[in-house]
């Protein structure tokens, strides 16, 4: 069982930055990709990004890509989505999911664990 616990969002205006952190509860291993999901209001939730256990793979949605960039610290368990340039489109809660297929995918099924949730709001 892998518990996962997000953190860093808030209320920020357009054109802010703002860096999410997540935190598994276990030491995860090479088969462990983290991925970064988020949910507006009224709509279904959608892959933002991932990354591989290596750090090598990495995905991104198309509308985050150039402004978002996702980490990992394999040593502390954690993952972190630095993002820049953000927009109103962007405000959603988003959840951390951790899956053992060692890949990244963007099917919300391929992830096995899942946090609460941290909201990010942008104002216009």
């Known amino acids: 069982q892998v518990q996962v616990e997000e953190s860093g969002g808030g209320l920020v205006q357009t054109g802010d930055s703002l860096r999410l952190s997540c935190k598994a509860s276990?030491?995860?291993?090479?088969?462990?990709?983290m991925s970064w999901f988020r949910q507006a209001a009224g709509k279904e939730r959608e892959f933002v990004s991932g990354?591989?256990?290596?750090?090598?793979?990495?995905d991104y949605l198309h509308s985050v890509k150039g402004r978002f960039t996702v980490s990992r610290e394999k040593d502390k368990n954690m993952m972190y989505l630095q993002m820049n340039g953000l927009k109103p489109e962007d405000t959603a809660l988003y959840y951390c999911a951790v899956t053992q297929f060692g890949t990244v995918s963007r099917l919300t099924t391929a992830y096995a664990w899942w946090g609460q949730g941290t909201q990010v709001t942008v104002s216009s």
């Open positions: 990354i591989s256990w290596s750090g090598i793979n990495t």
């Open positions: 276990t030491r995860t291993t090479s088969t462990h990709t």
